[in-house]
């Protein structure tokens, strides 16, 4: 996800500051939180149940009621406050508290609900922005962050291309931009990693604009109310760009129109921009050779594993060094196995 999206939906944070962040409550507490949400809300039950006990009883049921609703109050010992590990009250929260105090009490009890509305605003303004470049991009500029995606080998599989443009020849080229600590080009095994990973995007935009990816794998895999009005906002903001639409549906809609009607061309040539981190200048530059089949075989045999057809897989032996500077080297199965089967196999040559 690119720095806008993620910032939108970490906005539900926005009355936790940084250091509150790092001392989120551990395990137990938040485990402690959700039992008393439950405790919270088996109470709220029982006050309905008790409510439709038939008439005649209404006196003690009204009284039961409220000597219920007074028990939970006093028999919990945590103030909201605590309930809900405040520290600090936001001017956002008491202004939503203003508006309806249940609804606030909902939003912390049930945040999810609130999320989700979040991620189909984050997720729209992420498809307006595509809608926004693909003008541009067709009118010859330069466009960066290009989101892609699409269903590869029956995976919803997402990314952002780094840059798109055209070249002088007129070819469409897709750049993918990498600083390195080494003022080097990377090693071949690097450089394959990275000629997979523009070889997947190709495979994604060229999908995109042949017109192969179609709603529902968009709004099946994202599982959004795909119905539901987007926020005043992100429609003032399709606006803006010329779009008018008003729910998440609509845009996933307009968006693969635009990209499968547009002028757009299938990506002709990949690249690799390297550039050295501690002077910022350019290493070099790497055309990345594209074999469709090669980068579809190597993308079946990993989504093997995520399809849990296989475990997983640590380095060949002719890749070794890679673990040297591995975090997991210590701990790790795969190399301590290779490691005792490399031992077991020098000995029985030495005997
Ligand atoms: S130590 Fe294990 S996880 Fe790390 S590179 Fe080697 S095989 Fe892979």
Redesign the pocket.
């Known amino acids: 996800m690119d720095a806008s999206g993620s910032q939108q939906l970490f906005d539900d944070w926005d009355d936790i500051s940084d250091s509150e962040f790092l001392n989120i409550p551990s395990e137990q507490q938040s485990i402690d939180a959700f039992v008393i949400s439950l405790l919270l809300l088996h109470n709220t039950v029982l006050l309905f149940s008790r409510n439709e006990e038939p008439l005649g009883q209404e006196t003690v049921k009204t009284e039961n009621a409220k000597g219920l609703k007074r028990k939970s109050l006093h028999e919990n010992s945590f103030s909201p406050m605590q309930r809900f590990f405040k520290r600090h009250l936001s001017v956002t929260l008491l202004c939503d508290q203003s508006w309806c105090e249940m609804k606030t009490v909902y939003s912390l009890l049930k945040p999810f609900v609130k999320r989700k509305e979040m991620q189909q605003d984050t997720e729209a303004i992420k498809l307006l922005n595509m809608l926004h470049m693909i003008p541009l991009l067709e009118a010859g500029d330069r466009v960066r962050e290009f989101p892609v995606f699409g269903v590869q080998e029956g995976v919803f599989v997402m990314g952002v291309i780094d840059e798109l443009m055209y070249n002088q020849k007129g070819e469409l080229v897709l750049n993918e931009l990498k600083t390195r600590k080494q003022n080097s080009l990377p090693s071949s095994a690097q450089d394959k990693v990275n000629c997979f990973q523009v070889g997947l995007y190709k495979l994604l935009f060229d999908g995109l604009v042949r017109g192969e990816v179609k709603k529902d794998h968009v709004l099946n895999h994202l599982k959004l109310r795909s119905s539901q009005v987007l926020g005043a906002g992100i429609q003032a903001h399709a606006k803006s760009i010329g779009v008018q639409v008003t729910t998440f549906e609509e845009v996933v809609d307009a968006l693969l129109i635009t990209v499968s009607c547009s002028d757009l061309p299938c990506v002709d040539l990949l690249q690799i921009e390297y550039y050295h981190q501690g002077s910022s200048g350019p290493i070099g530059t790497r055309v990345a050779p594209f074999d469709e089949a090669q980068i579809r075989a190597e993308l079946q045999g990993h989504l093997t594993y995520w399809k849990g057809q296989r475990e997983p897989k ?2 060949d032996i002719e ?2 060094w ?2 040297r500077s ?4 210590e701990t ?4 301590k196995n ?1 490691l005792q089967v490399s031992d077991q196999q020098a000995s029985h040559s030495s005997s």
């Open positions: 640590g380095v890749e070794a890679k673990c591995c975090l997991y080297e790790c199965d795969w190399a290779r």
